[in-house]
């Protein structure tokens, strides 16, 4: 999963570095040489048509805070990181409120339905089972249909901000109105068993398509 929204419409000098955030969700082969191998070959050749090349200085893991840890590539030589180990344990203290921010266009679905508001009922269930059918997965298709059922009974969305959001064709230039969520949702109740899922889910993201960079989530605790 690549996440580069940070370098959306950004322009760079020759010489001038930049980064973006790579997860790889394998523990059984050495994917991250593949990665490696692959986006340095991608660097070279310029990502795009017409795009000028760049070079692959360096690999570092990620902390659980998500800045960089130790360096695992420098060019030439790749190690192998630790993976990274998130409880899903809570930590006992009360926790009332939290603010989801969803980063880039997001898209929930829950009981076959694509919704308009990310009832915390659904996005809980897409960050226990990321990447899969939700209504397939979930323990009971009924939990879905509302967030006033199911443990999360508790909890309920007190506000929403949207951003209207658009995607632009490389090869066209149009642009095409997404329905998304892009914004932040507050959610207030008896939270603190589902913040760990919620925090493991701004790793993996949220909804369709995260491999493309969709789905990212950040959560502020209060």
Known sequence: ???AARLDGRRFAPGERFHFDLMVFEMRSP?????????????REGPGPGRPGAELEAIHSLLPSGEAGERVFDGHTLLSPAPLALPLEASGEPVSRV????????????????LREPQFGVLLCHCRFPRASVTARARSPRELKSSGSGPWRRVWMRSLTRA???RRSGKTGQRHTLSVFVGEAEYHGALAEFIPYLKVASWTGVGRQTTWGKGHIEVAVE
């Open 99 to 114: 603010i989801v921010r969803f980063v880039t266009p997001t898209e929930l679905k829950g009981a076959g339905q694509v």
């Open 31 to 43: 994917a991250l040489a593949y990665f490696a191998f692959s986006f340095s070959q991608l660097m």
């Open 164 to 166: 209207n959001t658009e």
């Open 1 to 3: 999963m690549v996440r």
